[in-house]
């Protein structure tokens, strides 16, 4: 949720955070937690199959580039882990799963490894963020 960008009415626009991963949306102004989502799936893609990713710039902004990618990704890790990151990456933020949905998967637990533990307790963070956000409107 770090990556923003500045929109005021000037001839210089801001972009704070890192385009690697930044959401598709984000450079619209379009802010939502599913952003969140899409920062932690190419975090996962990059714990999953690093190679990948060191070959590809950010994906967010190519919808071919990052069809590539999940294509190749089954060639790296598990066929329940290459989809969970796909659902992830969706370019349509309405169309990701949420941190309460990937929980729920159980592919995160699976994947017994410290890398993966961190994700898991970020996605922990982002439910019940999402969770008081909800019970706070």
Same mark, same amino acid.
């Given at each position: ?45 990059? $714990? =999953?199959?690093? *190679?990948?990713? #060191? ?13 590539? &990618? +999940? ?16 659902? $992830? =990456?969706?370019? *349509?933020?309405? #169309? ?6 990937l929980l729920q998967s159980g592919v995160f637990? &699976? +994947? ?26």
């Amino acid at each position: 949720g770090e990556a923003r960008a500045d929109h005021r009415e000037s001839m210089y626009a801001t972009v704070a955070g890192s385009l690697f991963f930044m959401a598709p949306e984000v450079p619209g102004g379009k802010y939502g937690n599913r952003i969140d989502i899409w920062s932690l799936g190419v975090t996962f893609v990059c $714990m =999953l199959a690093p *190679d990948l990713l #060191r070959a590809s710039g950010p994906v967010g902004s190519d919808s071919r580039e990052l069809d590539r &990618l +999940l294509g190749r990704l089954g060639d790296h890790c598990s066929p329940a882990a290459a989809a969970v990151a796909a659902r $992830m =990456l969706r370019t *349509d933020p309405g #169309r990701r799963p949420s941190a309460f949905d990937l929980l729920q998967s159980g592919v995160f637990q &699976l +994947l017994k490894n410290e890398s993966v533990n961190r994700l898991l307790n970020l996605l922990h963070i982002l439910y019940i963020r999402d969770s008081l956000l909800v019970r706070s409107l």
